[in-house]
Each structure stands twice: as structure tokens, then as C-alpha cells.
């Protein structure tokens, strides 16, 4: 029989489950970070870099002031270093090397040209002797980039890559190739996997595809707090066929949890060891591809939050701006944000202030330190404000 739950209990338990409300360390360290990452099970990556690239941000808004280059360390440092690789999750991703033999049925599957895009999956069959020339270039001279290969570097955006940045992202997304550093303009360095992740990493051992996928939805549960069927195979990026059956095996288990969530439609799971807490204090920016908000639909179920990016959106036709980050202050989503930095000035511009009608006069005393701390964080001296805000 399914347990009911209010919203503002569904809502405490999701924000605990994605790290929030906990007492922020002053100096957070390597370990701090990594817990973070540990308990949301990846960071999206993203390029666009107005204020800062969007998988710096989900840490900052559970740690405070933390280092940012502790995560390029751990992302692109030295081998010995290494805690996390790239690969393709919610999206790009940065995750725990924990994860890599739970995903390697999804390689497995791009490397027999099962998944990708039309174009990527010619590469496991008709174009495969051009792969493997650009991966035995690689094994030969060390790490590349695209634009290391003649003709491979993009004309002018994606949608006119080169045959080589495809045939590199097919080796990419079968794990016969990874991320050994990013360059320039944030663009990929490719190497072999023995020579960028610790053997410790490699050598463990591969779960079939039906226990990895069983492991990804407890992983997601666990991050959620409490889900819908939807919610726990977006996390990782899951089809029905991949996630169904895993979910109904957690449940035989127990690891799931029956729930019915006031106002939710669709049933809903609860990670047994969800904490249920009695109140959850704080304030955050969130970055756009926080998983917090990165479903939203789910954003919309737990805050009544109804959240789109704009930035491909003409500029006079946007509702709230370029780069909009919305401020979590305690329980509730009560304002967005639209931010640049200003690196050149030394200014946190904060173009557009959007109050939520659920905003008190907290919000603003209370947004306007959040945006102190991520000046500071920044590097930059001070934050400028709009008039209204």
C-alpha cells in the first residue's frame, strides 16, 4: 500500500536527497567535493560561459566558496588524480569513476552501432576502417583534439561537424576513447582510456547490462528522494526497456518505495533510506542544468516552478533573460536571476531580478548575499544591480 505524502514533505525530501539544507564547511576541501558529486551522481557539462560553464555551479550551490580547480583536477588532472571521467549520462557529464562499469553496456551498444544518431552509428558498420584510423592515430601519437586532424575541426557548429569529429564521438560515446583534458575554447582532448583513467577504474569488473541498469535507477532514487517513473529514467538518461525493469526489481527489493504525492498524477518512489527532513533552511543559485531543476516538469510538480532556457531564444522574445539562474531560497524556488560575468570589469552583472509571487521580503536581502558569495566566488569585486532589485 502506497504511503502518503504531502508536497512540502515530497519537497523536503527531494531537496535533502539533492544535498541541500546541510551545514556548508568553511574551507570546503577535495572530499567535500566529491561527496557532492558521489550523492548527485553527475555533473552536466555545458560550454556556454557568460558567467561560469554550468558544471562549476551544482557544487558552488551546496558548498559555498569552494575551488573550482579541485574539479578541473579531478576531471582533467594528472591520472592519479583523477576522480571522475566524461561521458554520456543526463547529457554530457562528469561522473564518479564508481559509475564507469555501470555504463559500459551503453558503449557496448554504441560500439555495435545500437544507439547515436544516424550519422554516428554508420561507424560501427560501413565507416568503421575510418574510426579505426583516427583511433590508431591517437594510439600512435598521444592525445588529440578535431582540430588536430586535418579537416576535423567543426566549420561552424555542430550540425556541420566533419566526418572525423564524428567518427571521434562514436569512439567517445563506445568508451574506446575519453576526455583527456579540454583546450582552448573548452574543446575536447581525446585519449585512450588506459592512459587517462586509474587502472583502479579499468579493472573493475563489468556488471551485465540488467544489474547495471538495476544499480543506475538505485543510484537515481537515491538522488531524487522521492520520483516518478519518468523522473527516475531521466536521471541517467534511461529508455522504458532499460529502466522498467529495474524499477520493478527495486521494488521487489524494497530499495523503492510505493508513495502517492499530493497533486501528483502519475505514481511515485521513494529511496528507502530518504531522509524526511522537518525543515530545510538556505539559499542557492542554481545553474540552468541543475538536477534540481533540469527535469521541469518535475520542477514544476515540486515548486509550481514553470522554468525554460532562453538563450536560443531571440532577445525580444525573452521572458526573463539570456542566462537565468533560479534562486532556491529554504523550501521554495522564489526568484530568477539573469547573470554575466564580467571578467574584464571585475563586475557580477546582474541584468534581470524575476520575483515568484510566492517571493517574501526575505528574497531580496536574501538573493543579494547569495550574489555577494558567488562575486567573491568569482573573483570579481562586486555585483551590480538593476534599479528594481
Not at 529495474?246 to 529511496?271: C, D, F, N, Y
Not at 547569495?370 to 528594481?388: F, K, T
Request: aromatic fraction near 10%.
Amino acid at each position: 500500500m502506497a504511503t502518503h505524502l504531502s508536497l512540502p514533505e515530497a519537497r523536503r525530501i527531494a531537496l535533502a536527497a539533492q544535498g541541500f539544507g546541510g551545514r556548508r564547511a568553511k574551507q570546503p576541501k577535495a572530499e567535500h567535493l566529491h561527496s557532492v558529486l558521489g550523492r548527485l551522481g553527475l555533473f552536466q557539462i555545458d560550454s556556454v560561459n557568460v558567467l561560469t560553464r554550468a558544471h562549476y555551479l551544482p557544487a558552488f550551490s551546496r558548498l559555498g566558496h569552494y575551488d573550482r580547480t579541485l574539479l578541473e583536477q579531478g576531471a582533467w588532472g594528472p591520472r592519479r588524480y583523477r576522480r571522475m571521467f566524461e561521458y554520456w549520462a543526463h547529457e554530457a557529464s562528469l561522473l564518479p569513476n564508481d559509475l564507469h562499469p555501470l555504463l559500459r553496456w551503453r558503449m557496448a551498444r554504441a560500439e555495435r552501432g545500437e544507439i547515436g544518431y544516424k550519422t554516428l552509428r554508420q561507424f560501427a558498420a560501413e565507416h568503421r576502417p575510418e574510426a579505426e584510423r583516427v583511433l590508431e592515430r591517437i594510439r600512435a601519437e598521444g592525445p588529440l583534439a578535431a582540430a588536430d586532424f586535418e579537416n576535423g575541426s567543426s566549420k561552424s557548429g555542430w550540425w556541420e561537424w566533419s566526418s572525423t569529429k564524428h567518427a571521434l564521438e562514436w569512439l567517445f560515446w563506445s568508451g574506446q576513447i575519453t576526455t583527456a583534458t579540454r583546450r582552448g575554447s573548452f574543446g575536447r582532448v581525446y585519449d585512450l582510456p588506459e592512459r587517462v583513467l586509474p587502472d583502479a577504474v579499468l579493472s573493475l569488473p563489468t556488471p551485465d547490462p540488467v544489474a547495471a541498469q538495476c544499480e543506475l535507477i538505485a543510484r537515481s532514487a537515491l538522488a531524487l528522494g522521492v520520483a516518478t517513473t519518468a523522473d527516475l529514467r531521466d536521471y541517467f538518461r534511461l529508455k522504458p526497456v532499460e529502466a522498467d525493469h529495474a524499477i520493478a526489481a527495486q521494488v521487489e527489493t524494497g530499495l523503492l518505495v510505493p508513495v502517492r504525492v499530493e497533486g501528483w498524477s502519475q505514481k511515485a518512489w521513494m529511496h528507502r533510506d530518504a531522509c524526511a527532513p522537518r525543515q530545510v533552511c538556505g539559499a542557492a543559485l542554481l545553474a540552468p542544468f541543475d538536477p534540481l531543476v533540469w527535469e521541469r516538469s518535475r520542477a514544476e510538480r515540486l515548486f509550481g516552478f514553470r522554468y525554460r532556457i532562453e538563450i536560443y531564444v531571440p532577445q525580444d522574445k525573452r521572458t526573463h533573460g539570456y542566462y537565468v539562474l533560479p534562486f532556491l531560497m529554504d523550501e521554495a524556488l522564489v526568484a530568477r536571476v539573469d547573470l554575466k560575468a564580467d571578467r574584464a570589469g571585475g563586475v557580477l552583472l546582474v541584468q534581470r531580478v524575476t520575483l515568484e509571487p510566492n517571493a517574501n521580503a526575505e528574497t531580496l536581502p536574501r538573493l543579494h548575499a547569495e550574489l555577494a558569495r558567488m562575486a567573491a566566488w568569482l573573483g570579481l569585486g562586486s555585483v551590480r544591480l538593476p534599479q528594481d532589485a
